[in-house]
């Protein structure tokens, strides 16, 4: 994966959370992965300028900077996706 492809997905990963925490975050969190992402320990979201840490979210990242475009639709990446938004369904 090119350099230049890398900053483009991780700008509109970042355009993409950035919209989610500005607009769904509030409606979102009865989600668990919601929750991990989006809601402190103390049950608060946090706000511009808190130091957030999503270490799912980086193992996801770091899979697709290794394996390019094929680790994010097949292998192990793929079925972690697919089983998190099967498991989201059952509890929506």
């Known amino acids: 994966m090119s350099p230049r492809f890398r900053i483009h997905l991780a700008a509109a990963i970042f355009e993409s959370l950035r919209s989610i925490t500005s607009n769904e975050a509030n409606q979102n969190t009865t ?4 929750r991990e992402a989006y809601v402190k ?6 706000k511009a300028g808190d130091t957030m840490t999503n270490p799912k979210m ?15 639709y097949f292998g192990d990446l793929a ?3 697919v089983a998190d938004i099967q498991d989201a369904g059952k509890r929506g």
């Open 79 to 81: 079925r972690d996706i």
């Open 31 to 34: 989600y668990v992965h919601h």
């Open 41 to 46: 320990d103390d049950d608060t979201l946090y």
């Open 58 to 72: 980086a193992r996801t990242f770091r899979a697709i900077a290794e394996g390019g475009p094929t680790a994010f």
